[in-house]
């Protein structure tokens, strides 16, 4: 069974930078597949923010593209988010979360950190 | 900016048949985009339904189908019970590589 498990401070000082850490057991993420961390602010929608291939290529959403970071550690099966300059906006659960090739689907997802900015 | 598009909220009654739609502000949805819907109870993770258009993951009734209907991805509940009232996401994959997530549609089953 495949697992993800985000890990990162939960509070996040303005304009500091925001760093998660997604750890997956059950499936070496080199093999295949995309990775991804989607948010979701309190009581709002999903928003995916970016991806990376098994083979290290990446995928940013263009408002946070500037903004944004992910890379893989495949020895350690582990992949990460770095978002800069965070303000309250950035507030939200975050989570990671698998993607299907071929199907493009998010079939396996993290429980979801969630991730507060404030001075 | 691409945006997805979902009905906001809607209501069905017990055992009605209810549609969700997905759509593009600009142009068709399509097999291409490979649709996929969730489920989510607001705080945990999402559950999927329908990847690839139409195809039920693991586990989900197939009271659940997925289509395009005209120029939307549609997901089709039949039969609706009361534990569907739940909120609704589907995410579209576009071709330079990114995924956009509709708004969500929160469900009232009642």
């Known amino acids: 069974q495949v697992h993800l498990q985000e890990s990162g401070p939960g509070l996040v000082k303005p304009p500091e930078t925001l760093s998660l850490t997604c750890t997956v057991s059950g499936y070496s993420i080199g093999s295949g597949y995309f990775w991804g961390w989607i948010r979701q602010p309190s009581g709002q929608g999903l928003e995916w923010i970016a991806s990376?291939?098994?083979?290290?290529?990446?995928y940013y959403s263009p408002p946070l593209k500037s903004r944004v970071t992910m890379s893989l550690d495949s020895p350690n099966n582990q992949f990460f988010l770095r978002l800069t300059s965070v303000t309250a906006a950035d507030t939200a659960i975050y989570f990671c979360a698998r993607a299907g090739r071929g199907s493009k689907d998010f079939d396996y997802w993290g429980q979801g950190t969630q991730v507060t900015v404030s001075s | 900016q691409t945006v997805v598009t979902q009905e906001p909220s809607f209501s069905v009654s017990p055992g009605g048949t209810v549609t969700l739609t997905c759509g593009l502000s600009?142009?068709?949805?399509?097999?291409?985009?490979?649709p996929s819907w969730y489920q989510q109870t607001p705080g945990h993770p999402p559950r999927t339904l329908i990847y690839s258009t139409n195809t039920r993951s693991s586990g989900v009734p197939d009271r659940f189908s997925g289509s395009i209907l005209g120029n939307k991805a549609a997901l089709t509940i039949t039969g609706a019970q009361a534990d569907d009232e739940s909120y609704y996401y589907c995410v579209l994959f576009m071709r330079t590589g990114i995924w956009v997530f509709g708004g969500g549609t929160k469900l009232t089953v009642l």
């Open positions: 990376v291939s098994h083979t290290g290529n990446t």
């Open positions: 600009f142009g068709s949805v399509s097999t291409t985009h490979y």
